[in-house]
């Protein structure tokens, strides 16, 4: 995959962001390791972070800077880094997010406490949060 194509789905991501008020994620926040073998994700992945940002875009306007350490990752790259072979990752589905201007334990409250309580998965490490738009009921550390 050429430097010109992966520029190009970065322009590309980012246009289909600004077109669905993604107000304050980059694309190229969603897309680490692109040194390290990443690469963007196929279009038609792309509606799948849509519930995610959106949730992520709320959170940010109440509880301040989030940084996101991880979003996309293709099968390769998320073997490479020891994700799950199950991982919301490959399927544009999750982001692991570190909240700057608050505690992780009062982000992920307050995410708790938006997100639907029959699904989304929700896991609270010390330094960050994972947050994804499953269809079913995940929770730890909250």
């Known amino acids: 995959m050429s430097n010109d194509y992966i520029q190009q789905q970065i322009f590309n991501l980012q246009d289909f962001l600004y077109s669905c008020n993604i107000k304050h994620f980059q694309a190229y ?8 073998g990443n690469t963007p994700p196929e279009k038609d992945l792309w ?9 992520l875009d709320e959170c940010r306007d109440v509880v301040g800077r989030i940084r996101i350490n991880s979003c ?30 608050n505690c992780v334990q009062d982000v992920a409250k307050w995410l708790n406490s938006r997100i639907p309580s029959d699904s989304w998965g929700l ?5 960050f949060i994972h947050i994804d738009c499953r269809s079913w009921l995940y929770r730890n550390g909250v």
């Open 29 to 36: 926040e969603l897309i680490s390791g692109l040194q390290s």
């Open 47 to 55: 509606v799948n972070i849509l519930p995610t940002l959106k949730m």
């Open 72 to 101: 996309y990752r293709n099968p390769e790259y998320n073997e490479r880094v020891g994700g799950s072979s199950q991982s919301l990752h490959k399927y544009f589905k999750a982001c692991d997010i570190n909240p700057l201007d």
């Open 123 to 127: 896991r609270v490490y010390e330094t």
